[in-house]
């Protein structure tokens, strides 16, 4: 295990700042660090005090800079902690500016399946090239507990488990571009269908349940079996009927 670095490192790395926008060239600094790998998730920056004298900066513009970097997912603040502590970055705040685009109608759901059906079809194919026994485990491991859950008419478990088995066939592609994107547009699309549950009869629900199933299983087979060409295939089909089930 990797031990973490105090606040003593973080404040070797920082240099003070020159600038009339100060907050904007601290949050920057410290970004850039976090995205170089010099501070790692779990660090912990120096306490307020500390980043006043290191930066040559007012409290107010320390504060500032450091709302803006928690603001972005890049660190968390503990109250009464002696200095934040830098974060994993996630894809929520992605999800968070597409997902207010689409409700706003600048993203459409006809754009967003379109844009689905280039980077799944392509993470279907990958998948099936590059997949190992333990991708094919865990994919079969989900498929299992979305059967489970149909059984039980658990739709809440089911629709919980739909974007996971998108993101683990993007894990078994083992491209890390295709996995982030493949979790955005798993997260955005989540709600969409989501809606279309709620709004339609319990059989209805129980018959969709199961064409996703289908569709997840004849993309696993084609994974299973190595066969590129076919999984790509059943991707194209499952994305389309995605959009036309939500139009």
Not at 111 to 121: A, T, W, Y
Not at 184 to 191: A, E, M
Request: glycine share 6%; charged share 25%; aromatic share 4%.
């Amino acid at each position: 295990m990797q031990k973490k670095a105090d606040s003593s490192q973080a404040a070797q790395l920082l240099r003070p700042v020159e600038t009339q926008r100060a907050s904007a060239a601290i949050y920057e600094q410290v970004k850039g660090l976090i995205l170089d790998g010099q501070l790692k998730p779990g660090d912990r920056l120096p306490s307020e005090r500390a980043l006043m004298d290191l930066m040559g900066r007012s409290r107010p513009t320390i504060r500032e800079a450091l709302r803006m970097l928690e603001r972005d997912g890049f660190i968390h603040t503990v109250p009464g902690g002696s200095g934040a502590v830098v974060q994993q970055p996630s894809t929520d705040l992605v999800v968070q500016s597409l997902d207010a685009m689409l409700q706003v109608g600048k993203v459409s759901l006809m754009e967003l399946g379109e844009f689905r059906m280039q980077n799944d079809v392509t993470v279907a194919r990958w998948a099936a090239q590059r997949r190992t026994q333990s991708d094919i485990d865990a994919l079969k491991s989900i498929l299992d507990q979305m059967e489970q859950c149909i059984q039980a008419k658990d739709w809440e478990g089911f629709l919980a488990l739909d974007p996971e088995f998108h993101c683990q066939l993007a894990y078994a592609g083992k491209n890390t571009v295709a996995a982030i994107m493949s979790r955005v547009l798993s997260q955005l699309s989540d709600p969409v269908t989501r809606g279309t549950f709620r709004t339609q009869r319990e059989g209805d629900s129980e018959q969709q349940a199961k064409s996703i199933l289908d569709m997840h299983h004849r993309i696993f087979d084609a994974v299973c079996q190595g066969c590129p060409q076919r999984a790509e295939e059943e991707m194209a089909v499952h994305i389309q009927t995605f959009v036309d089930d939500n139009r």
